[in-house]
Every structure is written in C-alpha cells, then in structure tokens.
C-alpha cells in the first residue's frame, strides 16, 4: 500500500529580493495532522517563505505541493481554494465589518454571499470548538484576542487542510494561549495540518516537529520531543542564550514620575482614575491583554493624547497636557506598540528615521537644512550601538526585520529618555536573540538611573525585568505586586478582568 504523501511538500524554493536570498534552497514538509514549527531569528526568512506559501509571493525557483500536487498559488485567492489557510500576526479583517460579514466575504457566487448559510456554518464551528463569537457584532467593536478567535474561525469556514500560523498567541492571555493549542491538537486530531510560526520557546516545544531557518537556509529539521530550547535556540542563532534577571536596585532614586488620579481618554470611555509613583531607577511592569488601557495611558504619558481628569509631575514639575514635543524635550522616550505604524516611516531611511523628533534641534542642522553627514554619523552609531542588520543609513527602514526595526526605535527613543522611557511591547514578535539584546539594554538604562514603564503581554519580560507588576485589565489598574513572590496565577486571573479592583 503506498503511504499518503505530505499534506505539504516544499523543495528548493528560493526567494531573492535583488542580491539577497530571503529563502535559499528551503526544503521540508508537514504531514497531515501534525504541529510543525517554523523557528527562526527576525530576517531568517519565515515570513517570505509563508507568503510564498499563501500566494503573497512568487517563488524564483523550488516547487510546492499539496497533497502530492502541484501548488501554483499565484494569489491569496487561489491558496485558499486550494485548502491554505492563513492566520496573520496583523489581523487582515474590515473593522466597520460585522463577524459574520469578514468571514463569509469573497465566498459568495455572483454578488451575493450567503448570510443565512454562513450564520449557521460559524454557529457549527463556533460550538465544534467551543468558541463564542457573535456573527452580529461589528470587529471594530471586539477585543483583540476576539479578532483573533475570528480570524481562526475564517480559516476553518474556507476549508483550510493546511493553516498557517504567525505568532497566533501574541495577542492571547496565558489561558487563551493553552485554549488555542487545545484547538490545535484537536484540528491536527482531525487530519489538518498546522504550521506554526512563533518565538515562544513553551509554544515551539509543543509541535511535533521544528524546522529552524537561518539567514535564509534550513539548518535543522528535528523532532521536538528529541530536543531541548536550549538546542533549538543554539541551532536558530548559533550560540546558547542567557535569559537576563534584574538585580535589585542599589538604593530607591529620586521620584520620576507622579500621577494623582489620572484617567486617560479611551475613545470617549474611561476607566478607573490612575494614581502611582514612579522613581529613578524602577521599572514598573504593566501586565495585561492588548486592549486594556495599556496604549493608551503610554500614550497620554508621551503627550501624544490629553487626559480626561488628574495630573500628572515629571521630575517635580508639572507636566499635565503637555505635548509630545515638549515631554520629549524634558527627557521622555516613548515606544510604541506598533512600531511599523507608529515606531517608524517606513519609506524613510534609517538615518532620517533615528533624526525624527530632534529634526528641530541646532545640533541636527546646518543653518536651515539638516546636517546630512552629521545624520550619516550619527546612524552609523546607533547600527553599531545597537547591533542593528539589514543596512546602512541609507537603507529604508520598510526593509528592516521586525526584531532590527525595533531595534532602531530602541536607539532613537533611548536617546531621548533622560528620566522616563515608556516602553509599549518591546519584545512583540522579536526572536529570542533579539529578546536577550532588548533586555539587557532595558537593564542598562535602568542602571543609568532611567525610570521605565514596560508594558508587556509576555509575563516572561515582567518577571525578568520589573521591580514592581500591575495589572491593567479595562482601563484600569486592579492590582500591583511586587515582583519577588508574584503570585502568577493572580496575574493571569486580573489580566483576564476576574476579580480585583481598581487601584
């Protein structure tokens, strides 16, 4: 009897960008009904290699098949007819759409989908799974681990055999996370085959198998049961890695920052008024799904929006409603959560992206145009400094790897924190050497006698690196801990809105 052949099968495939080969001569396969892991460092090539998948992308050379056939993807469109899934890690869902509508546009014949038809299909897979999602609801309205829910749900309503996963559990709170992998084993249950992207080494070493790419070429395809992380990551970016720890402050530094009973705009809502100190020295973790208040009290603390009602003392001084310009000036460093929408310009290059904010400055000029040698110079700096690949100064920043991209916001908004930085996601979908660098630089401002904010979905970072953890969970803050006993399980039930109140 001959053996069924891989649910997926790809064989030299290649994808250059000019002189680089993003994917050289890749080669391996999933089998139907196994958990396969995609690992490797930002710019290893797994993005390319799952766009070329999905039809985003056409390969220069190599083949694909599907079930012992031919792929020729040449669109989106034509991978998911013909059974590819994809769940992105930037949801591609219409927010003014409801749930019911993002999942069954595009699947109707002439011009109209079959609403009734697909209520009652999501309905089926909803109670299959165990999944509440109401079809009525519009997405703009959703929480974000909801839209990853109808994300998954869109996937499985078009027959994916084959789905793809990129960094699915980054949204999630650790019990959603453990919800989604039981999810997972029970499609692989089913026949389907997962194809998981992530950088979590708790998530790589619950696949089946791990390929591990590095600078475009697969180094290692291994079973997981037959490997440690530790292997996994010496494999991925050729040496052990030493997860950092904080070490205690020598003694508590002058108070940073204060706020008596702030309450930041969330749309016209808010939540609890906020009330903490902050000193030289501390890092205040904030731990919390995305969605909870945490973008938005960061961003009233760089002045990027007004508060609603309380105050707020930077160094002693009054600092409520001041602008971005102006806080920045008095030593706050701000980086955002997302750092390609709102971190960088992505057609910029990186010297003009490490300039932005301090374009204004005598320092950035000759007489009234900017120094272009002095931006050079300064670029080449903060490359070195901040072990950033990928480019030059003159290289735009659009083309920079995640984990290389965050990196150049790090070197810029690093300059500018003088006292406070406010760090939103640092490490959100960076690979674990880039985790280990962004870590230790937090630590080495901290030791200047810098005050950080680090808000952070990965409990791994708060623990690793805060002083004190609170909780945010619906605008407000429901508890504090300090970091030495944290109790976890507390944390998790308070991140997910169960008990507590607001403090």
């Known amino acids: 009897m001959t053996a069924a052949p891989p649910r997926l099968e790809v064989r030299g495939l290649t994808k250059r960008f000019g002189a680089l080969a993003a994917n050289d001569g890749v080669s391996f396969d999933v089998a139907a ?34 079930d012992g056939q031919p792929l020729n993807a040449a669109t989106p469109a034509q991978a998911i007819a013909a059974g590819i899934g994809m769940v992105h890690q930037h949801f591609v869902l219409v927010p003014a759409f409801t749930v019911l509508e993002n999942i069954v546009v595009g699947t109707g014949r002439g011009w109209r ?32 681990g909801e839209k990853q829910w109808v994300e998954v749900v869109k996937a499985l309503y078009l027959g994916a055999r084959l789905l793809i996963l990129d960094e699915p559990t980054a949204v999630l709170t650790p019990e959603e996370s453990d919800r989604l992998f039981a999810i997972i084993r029970r499609l692989t249950g089913e026949g389907i085959a997962v194809l998981l992207i992530s950088h979590k080494m708790r ?11 590095r600078r475009g070429r697969v180094v290692a395809t291994v079973v997981t049961a037959d490997a440690s992380g530790d292997d996994l990551s010496r494999l991925m970016i050729g040496r052990a890695v030493a997860p950092a720890s904080a070490a205690a402050p020598a003694a508590a ?19 609890a008024p906020i009330s903490l100190t902050l000193h030289a020295g501390e890092i205040l973790g904030i731990a919390g799904v995305a969605g909870n208040g945490q973008d938005e009290l960061l961003e009233t603390l760089a002045g990027l929006r007004p508060p609603l009602a309380g105050t707020m003392h930077l160094m002693g001084l009054q600092a409520t409603g001041l602008g971005a310009h102006a806080l ?24 003009e992206n490490l300039l932005l904010g301090r374009q204004w400055q005598a320092a950035a000029r000759r007489g009234p145009f900017l120094g272009a040698a002095q931006m050079r110079a300064r670029a080449r700096a903060a490359i070195a400094d901040f072990a950033i690949a990928g480019g030059g100064p003159d290289t735009r920043s659009g083309r920079l790897s995640g984990g290389n991209a965050q990196k150049l916001i790090l070197a810029r908004e690093f300059a500018k924190a003088r006292h406070l930085l406010l760090c939103n996601q640092p490490t959100r979908g960076v690979d674990i ?35 004190r953890i609170a909780v945010m969970s619906g605008g407000s803050i429901l508890g504090t801990f300090p970091k030495a006993g944290a109790d976890l399980s507390a944390i998790g039930r308070l991140m997910a809105g169960q008990g507590g109140r607001a403090a």
């Open 33 to 66: 009904g196994e958990l396969h892991c995609l690992l490797g460092e930002n710019g290893a090539g797994k993005s390319t290699l799952s766009a070329c998948l999905f039809g985003l992308l056409a390969p220069d050379a190599g083949e694909i098949r599907l």
């Open 113 to 144: 989908a079959d609403l009734a038809g697909g209520r009652r299909r999501i309905a089926d897979i909803c109670g299959r799974y165990g999944l509440a999602l109401d079809p009525d609801r519009r997405v703009a309205d959703l929480s974000v």
């Open 203 to 213: 998530e790589v070493l619950q696949s089946d198998r791990v390929t591990v790419l």
């Open 253 to 271: 530094g002058g108070e940073v920052l204060r706020l008596d009973r702030l309450v930041p705009d969330r749309a016209g809502r808010a939540g």
């Open 328 to 351: 920045a000036e008095r030593g706050v460093g701000y980086v955002p959560s997302d750092r390609f929408r709102d971190g960088l310009v992505p057609d910029f290059t990186i010297a």
């Open 433 to 467: 050497g880039a985790t280990e660098f962004i870590h230790r630089e937090l630590l080495r401002k901290r030791a200047e006698g810098c005050a950080i904010i680090l808000a952070s979905e990965e409990l791994d970072d708060l623990l690793a690196l805060s002083d």
